[in-house]
T-cell receptor
Framework: KNQVEQSPQSLIILEGKNCTLQ??????????LRWYKQDTGRGPVSLTI?????NTKSNGRYTATLDADTKQSSLHITASQLSDSASYIC????????????FGTGTRLTIIP | DAGVIQSPRHEVTEMGQEVTLRCKPI?????LFWYRQTMMRGLELLIY????????DSGMPEDRFSAKMPNASFSTLKIQPSEPRDSAVYFC?????????????FGNGTRLTVT
């Protein structure tokens, strides 16, 4: 069964600090991995999409890495801001479309001033 | 573009009542998805449409749930009769195939509470 596991479940850090969120998956075949940010009371918003051949992708202060051999991904947030407080969801797909996505349950990140 | 629009944002109803959730996808998107999100299970796909045709409804939990897409700009998810365990946030999302990986665009959801 395809699975996506994220760690930690929750994380609290001080504003300005860096942090790294982890995602392990057992989806097969593998096509691409996405990271979404979900603010409280809002829908998830796409941060990055990485295909099999990509091992890093950045979106501003967010940098995602992918190791397809070990089936692991990380999302690194640099110089955190209060607006980074959200849930971050790792999603893995076995093809280009969106019909067969496997979702992680997310990491809840809280930034404190 | 205004993005995916869902209504209502919040719905509180009593057990046994009919509930209808509404969604307007992004113009030009030919795929529409309905998801349910709970703390315990995260995001779960209920059903998706391609060009207004339901393709896979295997995620619909029971016959009490039904979804329609009468045209390219409107879809509904109906629960009849509703039960307390249906309480969750329901998201609509849309996307299109571009020959490359296409992101899923979510609405802001409908928070359903069934008492």
């Amino acid at each position: 069964k395809n699975q996506v596991e994220q760690s930690p479940q929750s994380l609290i850090i001080l504003e300005g600090k860096n942090c790294t969120l982890q995602c392990n998956y057992t989806v097969s075949p593998f096509s691409n991995l996405r990271w979404y940010k979900q603010d409280t009371g809002r829908g998830p918003v796409s941060l990055t999409i990485m295909t099999f051949s990509e091992n890093t992708k950045s979106n501003g202060r967010y940098t995602a890495t992918l190791d397809a051999d070990t089936k692991q991904s990380s999302l690194h947030i640099t110089a955190s801001q209060l607006s980074d407080s959200a849930s971050y969801i790792c999603v893995v797909s076995d093809d280009f479309g969106n019909e067969k996505l496997t979702f992680g349950t997310g990491t809840r990140l809280t930034i404190i001033p | 573009d205004a993005g995916v629009i869902q209504s209502p944002r919040h719905e509180v109803t009593e057990m046994g009542q009919e509930v209808t959730l509404r969604c307007k996808p992004i113009s030009g998107h030919d795929y529409l998805f309905w998801y349910r999100q709970t703390m315990m299970r995260g995001l779960e796909l209920l059903i998706y449409f391609n060009n207004n045709v339901p393709i896979d409804d295997s995620g619909m939990p029971e016959d009490r749930f039904s979804a329609k897409m009468p045209n390219a700009s409107f879809s509904t998810l109906k629960i009849q009769p509703s039960e307390p365990r249906d309480s969750a946030v329901y998201f609509c999302a849309s996307s299109t195939l571009t020959g490359a990986v296409s992101p899923l665009h979510f609405g802001n959801g409908t928070r359903l509470t069934v008492t």
